[in-house]
């Protein structure tokens, strides 16, 4: 393995015994010997503030890789395609910017026959919220109480950096029992993984890097449950308009929060009734398949009525429903809840369909590139006419182009025209582009050369929001 930064307590020595020959019991008691390094371990990977999208995302995979190079393992470590992966039409989405990451995977081979077992547990942890609420510094675990009481205060310490670390135990206890003489028949791996909280790219990656196993574990949180199913989950954003005016003359004006209620009513039916009968298997929860909004923003000035919300969430996938039919299944609710309310029926203010074209710039010959941008810009739903983007990725040794606003500077004839077949930017996004530094006009088109791949994909919102609706 390749040099990587080395930080957190030893890995503890464990002494050699080759009169050990029954896995279980040679396991057991390199468990017992390893137990009492737990506390230290564990406190070392929650100091390690991994917030996704973090440097701090990237340092802790290194750590780790390091940590499990030391116990003999046979480690992968790589640093993740995230244009490309992200261009992929399974990639599960994120949610964080990111210009790194690094899939690890450490394997302690058997002595064949068996079957092998993958232990899966993410690295990454969500932002700390507000510091207040914090009765100790979230990234200086703190340990509490004594006995069975005893908890480590942290973030992360739960959620799920302590089944990482119970993870880690075990397999260097295999890995011990493995050099006393008791050698598994399967293959023993584990995958740290990035990106958990914000979609799956970790796991993801580590799929595409080919590591497979005939059985998973992941010690997420469950209060020692065994959860043998899982139900999945879509994100949303949903974007309501109203009619701005200063507040002095608040009559005149349509404040799009009053109009949320609304939606949350329809939403909150349309739980329920996907909770009605739920599958065996995800009965013991109180709620196997939530619908649940965590942000909502609305307005831009104190003085003035909110003519524009946008609300974001998450929506439970039921256990075996094909993906298509539950997200048609929310966008009817929020259509049927929009038809019964007259402000949003006759302002419906959604994107209208969006095409994006990637490609070097060079037709195919006979080909009519012009014509069919025309036919693609002549499609239309209830939202306007299909806007189409061009990405245009080149040999050329020229400077990013973001959404210019005329092709003169442009590098060659084929940026020029592609330049001419896009879309002009909607004042929507105009103004998002603006808010994350583009120097946009209103004559800017969607039309990128050779532009960052992460940072395109974050502006264009394509991640793990696949209803982008009212």
């Known amino acids: 393995m390749s040099g990587s930064p080395r930080t957190g307590p030893p890995t503890p020595a464990v002494r050699q015994d080759r009169r050990v020959t029954d896995p279980r019991a040679a396991v057991e008691a390199a468990l017992a010997r390893l137990l009492p390094g737990l506390d230290d371990l564990l406190a070392s990977l929650v100091a390690i503030p991994s917030v996704g999208g973090t440097p701090a995302e990237s ?21 993740l395609d995230l244009a ?28 064949g026959g068996g079957r092998s077992l993958l232990l899966n547990a993410h690295t990454d942890v969500v932002p700390v919220g507000d510091p207040r609420a914090w009765t100790s510094p979230p990234f200086a675990p703190t340990f509490r109480g004594t006995g069975d009481e005893r908890r480590l205060v942290g973030r992360g310490a739960c959620d799920m950096k302590g089944g990482l670390a119970a993870a880690c135990l075990a397999v260097a206890a295999v890995s011990a029992a493995a050099r006393s003489g008791a050698r598994l028949a399967g293959d023993v791996l584990l995958a740290p993984v990035v990106g958990e909280e914000d979609g799956g790219l970790g796991t993801y990656g580590v ?37 701005s005016t200063h ?22 039916a349309l739980e329920e009734r996907r909770n009605t009968s739920v599958d065996p298997l995800l009965a013991g929860w109180p709620l196997a398949y939530p619908l649940s ?63 994006v074209n990637i490609t070097d710039g060079e037709p195919n010959p006979g080909s009519d590139p012009a014509g069919e941008a025309r036919q693609i810009m002549g499609l239309s739903s209830g939202d306007g006419n299909v806007l189409l983007y061009n990405i245009h990725i080149s040999s050329l040794n020229a400077n990013p182009v973001m959404f210019p606003d005329a092709a003169t500077g442009l590098p060659d004839k084929y940026a020029r025209f592609l330049f001419d077949i896009s879309s002009v930017l909607p004042d929507k996004t105009q103004a998002i582009a603006r808010q994350q530094g583009f120097p946009v006009t209103e004559s800017s088109r969607g039309f990128a050369f050779n532009a960052d791949m992460v940072q395109l994909i974050s502006f264009l919102d394509i991640g793990t929001r696949p209803v982008n609706m009212r």
Do not use: K, M
């Open 84 to 111: 490309g992966l992200a261009a992929e039409p399974g990639f599960p989405g994120s949610e964080v910017a990111r210009t790194e990451a690094w899939g690890v995977v450490a394997r302690l081979p058997g002595s």
């Open 59 to 79: 340092h802790i995979q290194h750590v780790l890789a390091a940590r499990l190079d030391d116990l003999g393992l046979e480690v992968d470590r790589w640093p």
């Open 247 to 268: 507040a002095s003359r608040r009559t005149e004006g349509v404040s799009v929060l009053d109009h949320l209620p609304t939606v949350l009513q329809a939403l909150r």
């Open 293 to 355: 909004i965590g942000r909502v923003s609305a307005g831009d000035w104190a003085s003035s009525v909110p003519d524009l919300l946008v609300a974001e969430g998450r929506y439970g996938v039921a256990l075996g429903e094909p993906v298509d039919e539950a997200r048609a299944a929310f966008e009817a609710a929020v259509a049927a809840a929009c038809a019964g309310d007259p402000w949003l029926a006759a302002h419906p203010g959604c994107y209208p369909p969006i095409v």
């Open 207 to 243: 799929l595409r890097r080919g590591w497979r196993a005939d059985g998973c574990v992941i010690p997420e949180p469950t209060a020692l449950d065994l959860v043998a199913a899982n139900a999945g989950a879509l994100t949303f954003r949903l974007t309501l308009r109203g009619r």
